[in-house]
């Protein structure tokens, strides 16, 4: 009798602890690896968002609203442009000045001249400062393409002074884009600890369609070219980061797929605004 007691206290606790577990399992989803939300403010943004890296415009959040994101999220990064400049930005009149050229498809922004100091003081200063005392843990680093649109070494230098800047306070620095540069960085220096520690790289498996503002699977050697480059950042032992987009469920999967294969975190993004 008694250890028909015991057998039954035994099976009693294991199916509890398969209960328990079941249910842990069904409130806490896996964290997603990546998510890119630029264009969503805190209401805005999926509920109870959580990813491994979660990228938002900090600048138009609160210090609260990013503290209770860390809760969900392992790594809030925060988009800090350094390259263009928005006419919606607050800043905007300041630097007008400055301004090189228009920003292909999108109007409302404009290439920038990061070789000017006060720019560069502005950026590392007071943009990345006012960033940094909300609690983010990194930076998203976007137009550093600027050196490929307007090559100068003028160009080069300043973002490369940028960059370290921020390494310096050390948080987390990926940058958007920039092959051109940082494969002369990484040529010229042999290797890219002193700028980033790692790169996200858009549509290197799909394309956008400007003119309708539609997606595509990308070319085969537009590929090519981007994963050899990709790999000489991973080669470096970089993190790579893949933003694609698509509305098309199934190349989404096997972008993903195929960037997963090649150790990248990927987001497949349906709107170019990514919201």
């Given at each position: 009798?008694?250890?028909?007691?015991?057998?039954?206290?035994?099976?009693?606790?294991?199916l509890s602890m398969i209960i328990i577990i079941g249910a842990n399992a069904c409130g806490a989803p896996p964290k997603e690896a990546y998510g890119v939300y630029?264009?969503?403010?805190?209401?805005?943004?999926?509920?109870?968002?959580?990813?491994?890296?979660l990228v938002i415009d900090a600048q138009y959040y609160t210090a609260e609203e990013i503290a209770t994101l860390k809760?969900?999220?392992?790594?809030?990064?925060?988009?800090?442009?350094?390259?263009?400049?928005?006419?919606?930005?607050?800043?905007?009149?300041?630097?007008?000045?400055?301004?090189?050229?228009?920003?292909?498809?999108?109007?409302?922004?404009?290439?920038i001249n990061l070789a000017d100091k006060s720019w560069q003081d502005f950026?590392?200063?007071?943009?990345?400062?006012?960033?940094?005392?909300?609690?983010?843990?990194?930076?998203?680093i976007d137009n550093t393409d600027v050196y490929y649109n307007f090559t100068s070494q003028e160009l080069f230098d300043g973002i490369t002074k940028i960059l370290t800047a921020l390494k310096s306070k050390g948080l987390l620095v990926y940058i958007n884009g920039g092959d051109?540069?940082?494969?002369?960085?990484?040529?010229?220096?042999?290797?890219?600890?002193?700028?980033l520690d790692g790169v996200n790289q858009e549509s290197v498996f799909t394309s956008i369609n400007w003119d309708d503002n539609t997606f595509n699977e990308n070319d085969e050697e537009i590929k090519k070219y981007y994963?050899?480059?990709?790999?000489?950042?991973?080669?470096?032992?970089?993190?790579?980061f893949l933003l694609e987009y698509t509305n098309d469920s199934e190349l989404a999967q096997k972008v993903k797929t195929e960037g997963e294969k090649l150790g990248y975190k990927v987001y497949v993004s349906d709107s170019i605004e990514l919201d």
């Open positions: 009798m008694i250890q028909k007691k015991m057998m039954k206290r035994i099976v009693l606790s294991i630029l264009s969503d403010s805190y209401d805005e943004l999926p509920f109870k968002v959580s990813c491994e890296t809760e969900t999220n392992d790594m809030v990064i925060s988009y800090l442009n350094i390259g263009s400049i928005e006419n919606f930005r607050d800043y905007y009149s300041n630097y007008e000045s400055l301004i090189l050229g228009p920003y292909e498809n999108w109007e409302e922004e404009y290439w950026v590392v200063n007071n943009l990345a400062t006012s960033l940094i005392d909300k609690g983010i843990d990194g930076f998203f051109t540069y940082v494969t002369k960085y990484l040529e010229e220096n042999g290797s890219l600890d002193a700028i994963v050899e480059y990709l790999s000489s950042v991973v080669a470096d032992r970089k993190q790579v």
